[in-house]
């Protein structure tokens, strides 16, 4: 049984159940020896065409796999406290405790990140960036009584933009609701389902408040509609030169070439600085991370240096144990990698800039939070306007065994000077409550009161003045009403964005 | 004999022509239910799956078209993986003749789309 103790499973003959296995404290069989011995083994197929390999088995098995898996690639595998599977009655149960309990020197729980989901859910599929609702983003400032939900934007050529609902649109009645003020779990539950979750084709009426105080009634049909990852480009002329601002809100496929015409854009209008809005950007390809910081930094302060090296825990120091690849460096993208229209290969284009300034808040998260470490990697000065960010330098392959995807924290991305230790985020000079690595900047609230990319928008305006004074807004700068999250050390204004797969029963709560 | 060699060569060159002029890039006209459904089906099998979200305008504008994994979000509301190490599937539609053909770009594997109407861009 190779490694022995927890194990026994014996040959892996198909159709026969394997002995149960049995636990010795601190005794691991390889993950293995328990893989695909399911309570309930899966028949047919999985999403790329191959036979599920599943065995009968129990959920004894299942659990040990787990325990092993975990010894063999958790992060922080040495601080699991090793407990007999047979004690916990679910996979889900057992899971729970195979992870590290220590806190973070701010109180937080070092491991925010233990997370699993079917894998028939998990292994869902969509046309990238597209939603299904109205086309508007919408933040949850407050999801209890008196609840606060506002419009942060609204995506260009759907219902909710030729509807008027600009950002800082606040709901206040769906379907004769009362969205702040409704107490029953029925009227929660009409709210959830059509701000949040309306099935395509089915039409809501809303009652509104507009960022001018003005009321309005609108009816939308929701519809499956695709983002633009990339907006609202600007130039501001200012004291240190032109200013060049865009919001950068997912890193889907699509993005690739918006990314690449927007700093084509930018730099054939000959910017000197670059405000990259990452306010609502929770991450997705490192690969588009990586191509954006390329092209943000240029070829020349690029050159040999890397973007990301992962590290994996103590047992892997060379190689990647899911893929067998060498742990090398990995370089700044500075080609195309195929994701949208342009063939793979092309050289991108590059800004070539000595600093930056990043707008944040806590929905800023994982491969948005790599572009500032990678950047800073390589001594580029980065100035950060806004909130917290959400602290996820870590990262896994979701692995499934016998219809359930396991997520468990694998690797930890370090940028070019070894850094990568920042699981409370990032957080601007003048933070309070928990902070982060601290960078240089302003911490200033979100500002619903004007558009993305309106010089006058706090964030923006303190990201300006900062460039040209070395300072922040003597002031707060303002924000619309808004509170601060629940159990939250965050700005008013700072609220959670609902993705579009959420659970539509705790987005708002009775 | 010469003279079918050098028409051989001649209808060679015109398959060779006709092949190049066979797949131009292109988009979806007059999309209606029908071939909405066909698309969403083919789509779906391509990827091994019972269904897929597409866009209501889905291939009516630019004949490209990235599949990826339905974001999903932790506990907390991170997005998941928010640090992906993957990449998206590329489809592109094609027009050969009156045929409407989706090409999925990594597979070169391709599907006729017998309800649908194109233009080529």
Redesign the interface.
Known sequence: MGIGGSGGTGSSGSGTTAPPPQWIEGVFAPASTFAARCEMPRAG?????RRFSDQPGSLLHEKHWLRSFSHELYLWFDEIIDQDPALFGSTADYFEVLKTLERLPTGRPKD??H?S?ASD????????G?R?GYGARWVVLASRVPRDVVVAFSEPDTPASSSGLIRGTRVLEVDGVDVLNATSQAEVAIINEAIFGPA?GSSHTFTLALPDGSETIVTMTA????SSPVQNIRFIASAVGKVGYFTFND????AEQQLIDAVRTLRDEGISDLVLDLRYN??????IASQLAYMIAGSQATAGRAFETLRFNSKHPTLNPVTGESLDPVPFRSTT?????LPAGQPLPQLGLSRLVVLTGG?T???SE?IINSLRGIDLEVIQIGART?G?P?????TDNCGTTW?TTMFQ?INDAGFGDYPDGFSPAGTTGIVGVTLPGCSVSDDFSRPLGDSQEARLAAGLAFLETGTCPSAPATAAPGRARLGSDELPGEG???????LRNRILLP | MKAIWLVGVILLAGCLKSAVEAETPARLINVDAASRAELKAVVAAA???A????????LIE?G?????????????????????????R?F?LFRAGTDCILIE?DSDRRWVLEQARCVAL
């Open positions: 197929f999985d999403a790329d065409g925010n990140f997370f989901i859910e998990w292994q869902q599929q969509s046309q990238s597209v299904a395509p519809g499956n509609f695709a890193h889907i496929g699509p929770g991450g997705g390809f490192l690969t990698a195929g994701f949208s229209a929905n998260c994982s491969a790599t959400c996820k870590y990262g896994t392959y979701p997520f991305g959670e964005m609902p993705g579009p797969e959420w | 990827i091994g799956q269904t897929v979200r597409l866009a209501d305008d889905a630019d490209v078209m990235l599949i990826e994994r339905t974001p999903r979000t932790d506990n907390l509301g991170h997005r998941l993986p928010g640090r992906d190490l993957g990449a998206p590329r592109q770009a």
